[in-house]
């Protein structure tokens, strides 16, 4: 059973670049078998689609944060990263990790597994 | 792209059932039957309840169903049980370059 770890700095400060890795445990994250994505939820709002990245490297962007996201994958590590730059106090938020299972044919509509989350903070 | 709608709370004595409306547009769940349903309990993962509309998982209780009805997305827990008490989201595929849209997220209170 794939599961999946958030890490990285609970704190950022304005101006500067948030970065954030996820460990997939239990699977290959290089099998094909999964896409991988990025997804956050500011406190008392509901959750924003970040991004997602294919093992190829081919990714996708929401295009409200393109100009800032870079999504990554380590495959050596078994981990996907996330970059979103130039930070300010609006992109405080509980930031989850989550795949989406795909075929030969298809990938699934729905995300899972999910990360438990972890609050990142933007303040000087 | 806008969240999909979803009231703030909703709340139900034990036993109870209730319904949790996720409502978007045609370019989304009114387009696709692509609507997911996400439990969230503070510090933990996000549990996948509903996919597809109205498919559940594996391990889900049955007391959870999901139905569409035009952009309307739906959620139903019946034989309401304290451990429902959570957070909840909707999600759907998206015809937008933003691929996924979400809820704005219910808080099911169990009375």
């Known amino acids: 059973q794939v599961q999946l770890q958030e890490s990285g700095p609970g704190l950022v400060k304005p101006s500067q670049t948030l970065s954030l890795t996820c460990t997939v445990s239990?699977?290959?994250?290089?099998?094909?078998?999964?896409?991988w994505s990025w997804i956050r939820q500011p406190a008392g709002r509901g959750l924003e689609w970040i991004g997602r990245?294919?093992?190829?490297?081919?990714?996708n962007y929401n295009p409200s944060l393109k100009s800032r996201v870079t999504i990554s994958v380590d495959t050596s590590k078994n981990q996907f990263s996330l970059k979103l730059s130039s930070v300010t106090a609006a992109d405080t938020a509980v930031y989850y990790c989550?795949?989406?299972?795909?075929?030969?044919?298809?990938?699934?509509?729905?995300?899972?597994?999910w990360g438990q989350g972890t609050l990142v903070t933007v303040s000087s | 792209q806008s969240a999909l709608t979803q009231p703030a709370s909703v709340s139900g004595s034990p036993g109870q059932s209730i319904t949790i409306s996720c409502t978007g547009t045609?370019?989304?769940?009114?387009?696709?039957?692509?609507v997911s349903w996400y439990q969230h309990h503070p510090g933990k993962a996000p549990k996948l309840m509903i996919y597809?509309?109205?498919n559940r998982p594996s391990g889900v209780s049955n007391r959870f169903s999901g139905s569409k009805s035009g952009n309307t997305a739906s959620l139903t827990i019946s034989g309401l049980q304290a451990e429902d008490e959570a957070d909840y989201s909707c999600?759907?595929?998206?015809?937008?370059?933003?691929?996924?849209?979400f809820g704005t997220g219910t808080k099911v209170t169990v009375l």
């Open positions: 045609s370019s989304d769940v009114g387009g696709y039957n692509y």
């Open positions: 989550a795949g989406v299972y795909c075929t030969s044919i298809s990938c699934r509509r729905w995300f899972e597994p």
């Open positions: 597809d509309v109205s």
């Open positions: 990245i294919y093992t190829s490297g081919s990714t």
């Open positions: 239990g699977g290959s994250i290089s099998s094909g078998s999964y896409y």
């Open positions: 999600s759907s595929y998206t015809s937008s370059s933003t691929l996924f849209v």
